[in-house]
């Protein structure tokens, strides 16, 4: 669930999230609890995860993974990467189309403030003090940021009346990009991802389906050429700010991602075997 890595004295702290496992066992039995994806828990869980690495005064940075990422270049290239810059890196942008802000969170969090994003941040230890302090936005998450029903989760949560007029609200999808924007670091922070994740949008032929989970990569996906091209990309486009981000790293052009996902444990053991035959 957890672990730590260092060099020098200054700390990366990995944090690995997994929606179905329970957390606490390792450090805080009394705060266990199962997460469920879409759900306020995951929330919970990464601050959880936080306050137990923030004991750790050397620990400088969060990374949040989850179970499914693989590293694409060793540890002393992604170590010299994050510590490069003195910001977060969070996915984080103005939030327009999807419809997902519930007007009811106004006054507290105003759609000014609304932001959407990639749950897999390093964050600061500055912005992580943030995360963890927060009183005021996360009940208003708890209380209107929710995932939509769909038949599958029928069972555990009622299909509404009108389900036209239901939110479709994943909360951890937004909680730290707003919370950030809320507070005004939004000027602290690199605005991207170093998790690659693609996101499959013809996989379902139901359209309340789609782009909710991102592709898996199987073994038979697991080649040189897919790991090559994911290192390639350079930059990320924003549609819904019209904004494209040229990725660099100590002031020089530098790949986009450090980390990829969804890979089953077949695809990631048979890249290990590429690595070391």
């Not at 540890?75 to 890196?89: A, E, K, L, R």
């Not at 500055?126 to 929710?146: I, S």
């Not at 005004?184 to 379902?204: K, M, P, Q, V, Y």
Request: hydrophobic share 35%; with cysteine; charged share 25%.
């Amino acid at each position: 669930m957890l672990s730590k890595s260092s060099m020098k004295s200054i700390k990366l702290f990995f944090l690995l999230m997994d929606p179905f496992c329970w957390l606490g066992s390792y450090s805080l039995p009394p705060l266990s609890f199962q997460v469920e994806w879409g759900e306020a828990s995951m929330i919970q869980a990464e601050r959880i995860l936080l306050r137990s690495a923030l004991k750790d005064l050397y620990n400088e940075r969060f990374v949040f993974l989850s179970d499914s990422c693989i590293p694409l270049y060793n540890f002393s290239y992604t170590y010299d990467y994050i510590m490069s810059t003195s910001t977060s890196f969070v996915d984080s942008f103005a939030d327009t189309k999807d419809g997902r802000y519930n007007p009811k969170m106004d006054p507290v969090v105003p759609v000014h403030n609304w932001r959407k994003g990639s749950q897999w941040v390093v964050l600061t230890r500055k912005h992580a003090e943030v995360v963890l302090k927060d009183k005021t936005v996360l009940p208003v998450f708890q209380q209107y940021c929710k995932r939509k029903s769909l038949p599958e989760f029928w069972r555990d949560h009622p299909l509404p009346a009108d389900g036209s007029k239901e939110h479709n609200c994943i909360p951890d999808e937004h909680y730290v990009q707003t919370l950030l924007a809320q507070e005004g670091h939004e000027a602290e922070i690199t605005r991207r991802t170093l998790t690659h994740t693609s996101w499959d949008l013809s996989a379902s032929k139901d359209r309340e389906r789609r782009g909710w989970h991102p592709q898996a990569y199987k073994f038979s996906d697991a080649t040189p050429m897919l790991i090559k091209s994911i290192k390639d990309i350079d930059n990320v486009y924003y549609e819904t700010e019209y904004r494209r981000e040229w990725c660099t790293s100590k002031g020089e052009p530098a790949p986009c991602f450090l980390f990829a996902r969804k890979f089953t444990r077949p695809a990631a053991l048979r890249l290990l075997d590429m690595v070391n035959p």
